[in-house]
């Protein structure tokens, strides 16, 4: 795993199980200190021992210039996650796509009406996921409209409409466009949705928070009392996860010894 910040990572807690649980005892997975200024350089001097990296902030855009190719999801969304060697080079691919995707899947979510809120990096994956579902409306609430160009622009190499709103500011007009989603994915920093907790949250909303700490959010639990279902960032990270490892080892990740792993991790944080 490599970024900057990087020593909260939880990510090696999973990978490492999940090699432990494939029996590839000669796997190993760690954290690296890694800015921008530095990636390629750390990249161009790996040996050929290495299979794969993940990546985290600030590097998810810089990766793509990085990478010999570029998925077409991570290409989608100008930002990838997962930089995956083989024989013929370096692939960068985007696994936060499917972390999101599957974790709003697994928790039986609609495909009518979406809301996103906020418009950054997490953001942008959210939308991508949300296409994936084939979600029929997609609503963004941000503070700015003019800070949402990129995600406006995902949108359109996506060909999803997408309806950006500057209501964030104005918790009122924000909830009255929460009411009747199918799914509403925060991307929002811990805090930031706080005031949304009371909106007029319905049993079939499926609410995916990305934070995971402090657990619950305000949000998170306001919507639970409403009988929404919610789901938290650490599924969110759990699944992409899963991902990651299915694309570095070509197994299928095994997912119950890695989900036990990030229990344990959070618990021994707690």
């Given amino acids: 795993m490599l970024g900057s910040p990087i020593a909260h990572s939880l990510s090696p807690a999973l990978h490492n199980a999940a090699y432990a649980a494939l029996g590839l005892a000669d ?7 890694v800015d921008e200024s530095a990636l390629a350089g750390f990249v161009a001097g790996l040996g050929p021992e290495w299979v794969g990296l993940s990546l985290t902030m600030p590097l998810k855009r810089v990766l793509l210039d990085v990478a010999d190719t570029v998925s077409p999801g991570a290409a989608a969304i100008g ?67 003019g800070r949402a160009g990129d995600l406006q622009d995902t949108a359109a190499r996506l060909g999803s409409e997408t309806r950006v709103h500057a209501v964030l500011e104005d918790p009122v007009a924000a909830a009255t466009l929460l009411e009747g989603a199918d799914v509403v994915v925060s991307t929002l920093p811990a805090g930031a949705a706080d005031a ?11 609410l995916l928070d990305a934070v995971y700490a402090p657990w619950p959010t305000v949000v998170a639990a306001g919507a639970a009392a409403a009988g929404a279902t919610i789901v938290s960032g650490l599924e969110m990270l759990l699944q992409q996860a899963v991902a990651q490892v299915e694309l570095m080892t070509g197994r299928a990740g095994p997912e119950p010894a890695m989900r036990e792993a990030l229990e344990a991790a959070v618990l021994a944080r707690s």
């Fill in 79 to 145: 930002a990838g996650n997962t930089l995956v060697f083989t024989d013929e080079g370096s692939t960068a691919h985007n696994t936060d796509v499917t972390g999101i995707a599957e974790s709003l899947r697994a928790a039986g979510a609609g495909t009518g009406r979406a809301v996103i809120l906020g418009a950054g990096g997490t953001a942008q994956a959210a939308l991508a996921g949300l296409h994936d579902l084939e979600a029929e409306e997609i609503d963004v609430l941000v503070r700015d409209a």
């Fill in 27 to 33: 796997w190993h997975y760690d954290r690296f200190e």
């Fill in 196 to 206: 949304l907790a009371g909106a007029r949250w319905q049993p079939g909303t499926v």
